[in-house]
């Protein structure tokens, strides 16, 4: 009679570690993909524009923003960004945002995640 038992408990368990696994998968694929899609399209329809309009360059783009978010979380590529276009403002506000340690830290993350970009993807 124990025969049956073990082996129900060991369908059961074998059963509940795949759903487990699958949780945790499912999990850790949601932290690495925490940009969004328009985000994304964003970035690699700029890309485009900057590499040429080709199906080379959609594979290749798509490939580079995958790179940059799996290196930095979209908080920090959102700060980055920010940084980037604001510092295009003539005066005094544009100027803070050139000035300041932490904008530069954010675009510096950002342009090392290009880099590596550059290296895996074109």
């Known amino acids: 009679m124990l025969r049956p038992i073990v082996a129900v408990s060991a369908v059961f368990l074998a059963g509940l570690l795949a759903v487990l696994a699958g949780t945790t998968i499912s999990a ?15 970035y690699v329809f700029g890309c485009m524009k900057a ?8 594979e290749q783009c798509s490939c580079s923003i995958d790179v940059v978010a799996s290196i930095i979380p ?4 959102v700060t980055a960004e920010t940084v980037l276009s604001m510092a295009q403002v003539r005066g005094n506000l544009g100027g803070q945002f050139r000035s300041s340690e932490q904008a530069a830290n954010a675009l510096n993350d950002l342009r090392r995640a290009q880099a590596e970009a550059e290296v895996r993807c074109f």
């Not at 590499?51 to 959609?58: A, L, T």
Request: aromatic content about 12%.
């Open 28 to 42: 850790r694929a949601q932290e690495i993909n925490d940009y969004p899609t328009s985000a994304r399209a964003e």
């Open 51 to 58: 590499n040429g309009e080709s199906r080379q360059s959609i």
């Open 74 to 77: 979209y908080d920090r590529y």
